[in-house]
């Protein structure tokens, strides 16, 4: 857990260009991965939790992961891959065909907005060939 205690007092610094900045002290403390801001009359500002991700959003990023290590020559072959991941290599094919999405469908992944019968391994079976 981490804090930043600033100490002082606001004050508004105006530029000869018409410009004006102001320096507010603040206090950042770290909570379960949360930022908090304590405002110097003692008001808290509302955290927001980190929202847990989707299977399909894990899927997508663990596809990206394993072909950027494909790329990079980090390994050869998707059957070394697998090895080292400890899956089967059928499944690491299927993850990185998540790739192949149109940007559209990725924003939805990750937006977490695809329509309820959408189903992963459907997609990471056969991505479609074309965008349009």
């Keep these: 857990m981490s ?3 600033i100490e002082g007092h606001a004050e508004a610094v105006p530029f000869s260009n ?10 950042i403390k770290r ?5 908090k801001i304590t ?5 808290m500002g509302t955290a927001q939790l980190p929202l847990k991700p989707t299977s399909m959003q894990l899927a997508l990023a663990r596809g990206y992961r394993w072909r950027t290590m494909l790329e990079s020559g980090e390994v050869i072959t998707i059957r070394e891959l697998a090895t080292r991941e400890r899956v089967d290599s059928s ?5 990185i065909n998540l790739t192949l ?3 559209w469908t990725i924003a939805a992944i990750l937006d977490d907005t695809l329509p309820d019968d959408a189903i992963l391994f459907d997609m990471a ?3 479609p060939l074309v965008w349009g």
Excluded at 18 to 27: F, S
Excluded at 91 to 95: L, T
């Design 101 to 103: 999405l149109p940007p």
């Design 3 to 5: 804090s930043i205690k």
């Design 18 to 27: 018409g410009t004006l900045t102001l320096n507010i002290p603040i206090k």
């Design 125 to 127: 079976v056969d991505p």
């Design 31 to 35: 909570r379960s991965g949360c930022k």
């Design 91 to 95: 499944y690491v094919s299927k993850m």
């Design 39 to 43: 405002l110097p009359n003692g008001e």
